[in-house]
């Protein structure tokens, strides 16, 4: 008969205030099987944690029950406890009686019966409970950025320099993300690429890094420590390993008037392009949907040009395997256009700008050359006004969140327009001016105080174009909800920041979850910002919810110093809930009959071919085998299964059985 | 009520620059909830002046339906008797229009000019358009009336007649 120990928390009173624990504790003293069953305080606790200790030996307890909190809080405390004392681990099982009993249900008897039920079935399961051993699984050392902005590039170089490999994969032709495109930053007012340029070539020469642009992940199995990526990269048209990166191709190029992604669409690009001047890798790629040869059959003159003939046309796309142990993704956010506000022209005034847009033009390397101009005829703006808010804390748009970034660079636009324009005029239109962090307020301050930026405490409601100039129709509410009315030469909407596309189904290629507005979700607003629900898979910037330069490069050094110590192990210990197919003496040797059901069913590729052979090398049998390494312990296979021949280890039909017969034989 | 302040309801209204208190002014107004307040929302000429264009409501970020809200404070006002002086023409405009609809259906303009001209005493407002839009056709002597005026009364019973709907 077993002799089963049942430890009874209180949890202060988050349990003992609704159920009456030492009913519970004397209830199931009683029951067969059971050797010991006491209530305490705190379980958790050292004391706590002594007495299952203390009564594993006295009593030679051959299986433990803790009824107390989640097995998610605590399940790992009392296994450590129980190893300590001589039991296996696996034989001490929990009862969740706070958050699946007290704190849901009011004090009542029945409370305290479902409390006396819920261990009851533990009591049964744990009578089942076979020990267990954890499984060790190895740890590639090498990890995979995904996004190569100033996040995916301080993460990598943040893990490249602990010394472990890293695979950066970048969408675009050039790393850089969007950091590159910012003309200066707040709140010191630094060229934003003299301090980004150096970091990118850095990526660039790192022995530790491997850079892969123009290239997007294909698809990710595995798990922590063992990850196996596909990288699809994309055909360049252009030999990198000869191309010079001279530019002769560039200007010959009859192609010249596609937008510029680069220049937010203010600027055009040739077909086959560099995006920007100091580009990492600065080598061209051929943009096939606008590229004549690939859209009419002829052109071919940067193949003339090329004095190295790199040109290669009939390049295809590439699948490439990585294996790589842990994962971060760093893949950022984008802005809405002007063309999602119906209110401020629908985006077909041209000198509606959005922020992105605003940058290039105040950018030294933009249009412009630094210069601030109306797109619509080139003339400097003498009347500015930026709107903040545009479309973020918008529940009417779908975009409740604040975009935490535009407050300032807002404040940051106006000042340089000032400082760029003297006799300008700019009005700032905002609702709250959301400042927080080092040195912002003051920099706030400084555009109104210094640069005499007029804010206007209102939301506009209108936008719309008169005599060739934009009428701003707006509010101060400081004055009562007074009207504003404006002719501006120039309006700039801080637009929302929102996720990347793509981000939806990025995110569950990679089994992470993310929230409504398709950001990643971390595992935890608090105490892990950086991890996501799935192991060895870690978040860093924009991706995760807007934020700005200095929060990216913590988040992603955060994320890198994750890494680094998952890549601190030789080997990982993982939990032996895996599904195991049973074997018998022979000449049975297993139940399994090899119809393979379980490996169509088995989501992560874990069911393997097990040749069963007799002493002289015949093939007797051929049955499944659960690859432990693999296996994510789902129980689908169980399910399938037509001869009951496989089973989840620590969760077991016969347990899962026990603890359903415990309620039905009251 | 969810309204945060950022007066876009304001910044787009037709009419706010007339208005006591401009509709981000009236909910705050609301917002704090005392009585004191009530009495100046109910006593002012804004939700009179309110035309029910739903400029506000189309771009209120917080879907305020602003509109339904002056609707309510109207009724309210007239029930409390706190009527702002420039609600009389309007309230008489308003009941003129009703009393033609529900005698004939449909717009009888003439009667409808009389009717608010006795109600206000303004004879001579707007007298000098009546004789273009006399000969352009705008004013029909006898009003036209539809066939089933006994399903308009029934209308009317129903709703305005009826003094719980009135409560509602």
């Avoid at chain 1, 199931?28 to 209530?39: K, L, P, R, S, T």
């Avoid at chain 2, 981000?24 to 009530?38: A, I, K, P, V």
Wanted: aromatic fraction near 8%.
């Amino acid at each position: 008969m077993s002799k089963i120990g049942v430890f009874i928390c209180h949890c202060g009173e988050n349990i003992s205030a609704t159920v009456d624990v030492e009913r519970v504790a004397r209830e199931i003293g009683g029951m067969e099987g059971v050797a010991h069953a006491i209530d305490y305080k705190y379980m958790c606790s050292d004391p706590g944690q002594t007495f299952i200790k203390e009564a594993v030996k006295k009593y030679g307890l051959d299986g433990v029950v803790v009824g107390a909190c989640s097995p998610r809080m605590h399940e790992p405390t009392f296994r450590r406890a129980c190893a300590e004392a001589g039991l296996n681990p696996y034989l001490c099982e929990m009862a969740n009686l706070r958050e699946h009993c007290s704190w849901v249900h009011e004090k009542s008897e029945e409370t305290t019966e479902k409390a006396i039920d819920l261990v009851k079935m533990m009591v049964e399961k744990v009578k089942k409970n076979k020990p267990l051993d954890s499984i060790k699984v190895p740890v590639t050392k090498r990890a995979l950025v995904i996004g190569g902005g100033i996040a995916g590039i301080q993460a990598s170089l943040d893990i490249a320099n602990t010394g472990h490999k890293v695979i950066l994969v970048e969408r675009d032709p050039s790393i850089g993300g969007h950091m590159s495109q910012l003309s200066e930053t707040f709140p010191t007012l630094d060229c934003s690429q003299c301090i980004l340029t150096p970091r990118m070539v850095e990526v660039a020469q790192h022995p530790n890094i491997k850079l892969y642009t123009y290239a997007e992940l294909e698809s990710l199995e595995g798990f922590i420590g063992n990850f196996k990526a596909k990288i699809r990269l994309k055909a360049k048209s252009v030999n990198y390993s000869t191309c010079t990166g001279c530019g002769a191709c560039i200007q010959k190029c009859p192609v010249k008037k596609i937008p510029s992604e680069f220049n937010a669409g203010l600027g055009t690009r040739t077909a086959i392009y560099v995006p920007f001047p100091q580009a990492v890798p600065n080598k061209p790629v051929i943009d096939r949907v606008n590229c004549n040869y690939y859209k009419r059959g002829a052109c071919k003159i940067c193949e003339k040009t090329c004095q190295v003939g790199s040109i290669e046309w009939d390049k295809e796309d590439e699948i490439i395997t990585e294996e790589v142990g842990a994962v971060v993704l760093a893949t950022g956010f984008d802005v809405k256009g002007t063309d999602f506000f119906p209110e401020y022209g629908y985006g077909q005034y041209k000198d509606v700008l959005t922020g992105l847009q605003f940058e290039r033009l105040a950018s030294a390397s933009g249009p412009t050359f630094g210069e601030i101009r109306r797109p619509s005829d080139g003339a400097i703006p003498k009347k500015i006004v930026f709107i903040a808010c545009a479309g973020s804390r918008d529940p009417a748009k779908g975009i409740p969140y604040c975009s935490k970034i535009c407050c300032m660079y807002t404040a940051k636009h106006a000042m340089l327009y000032q400082h760029k324009v003297h006799d300008g005029e700019s009005t700032v239109f905002y609702m709250d001016i959301r400042a927080g962090g080092k040195n912002y307020e003051e920099f706030v301050r400084r555009a109104i105080e210094e640069d005499t930026v007029n804010y206007v405490r209102g939301r506009v409601a209108r936008v719309y174009e008169k005599n060739g100039k934009l009428i701003v129709k707006g509010v101060d509410t400081l004055l009562g909800g007074e009207q504003v009315e404006i002719e501006a030469d120039m309006v700039v909407l801080a637009t929302a920041g929102v996720a990347n596309c793509g981000s939806e189904q990025l995110a569950q290629k990679l089994h992470v979850s993310y929230d409504p507005y398709h950001f990643f979700a971390e595992a935890h607003p608090k105490l892990k910002p950086v991890e996501t629900n799935t192991a060895g898979i870690f978040l860093a910037g924009a991706c995760q919810a807007p934020k700005d330069i200095p929060e990216t490069v913590g988040m992603a050094s955060g994320a890198a110093v994750k890494v680094a110590a998952l890549f601190s192990n030789d080997e990982l210990v993982r939990e032996p809930v895996v599904a195991v197919v049973n074997r018998l003496a022979p000449p049975l040797y297993s139940t399994c009959v090899g119809c393979f059901m379980c490996e169509t069913a088995c989501p992560y590729n874990a069911i393997e071919h097990e040749e069963i052979k007799g002493r002289d090398g015949s093939l007797i049998r051929t049955i499944a085998r659960v690859n432990q390494g693999l296996c994510q312990g789902c129980g689908t296979c169980v399910a399938f299964c037509r001869s009951k021949s496989i089973d989840i280890q620590g969760y077991t039909n016969e347990q899962v059985y026990a603890e359903v017969m415990s309620l039905l034989n009251d | 009520m969810r309204c945060y302040q950022c007066g876009k309801c304001t910044a787009g209204c037709v009419l706010a620059s007339d208005m006591n208190y401009p509709p981000s002014y009236l909910m705050r107004l609301l917002q704090t909830g005392t009585r004191q307040n009530m009495d100046k929302v109910l006593a002012s000429n804004s939700i009179w002046l309110c035309l029910n264009c739903e400029n506000c409501l189309g771009r209120c970020p917080m879907e305020i339906d602003i509109p339904k809200m002056m609707d309510y404070l109207r009724t309210q006002a007239i029930k409390e008797n706190k009527l702002h002086p420039d609600s009389k023409p309007i309230i008489a405009f308003h009941r003129s229009f009703l009393d033609s609809v529900r005698n004939t259906g449909r717009l009888y303009e003439i009667g409808l000019v009389l009717s608010y001209k006795f109600r206000t005493f303004n004879f001579l407002q707007d007298l000098a358009i009546a004789p273009s839009m006399y000969l352009k056709g705008k004013l029909h002597l006898l009003p036209e009336k539809i066939k089933d005026r006994r399903s308009m009364k029934r209308i009317f019973a129903q709703t305005i007649e009826n003094a719980k709907t009135v409560n509602k």
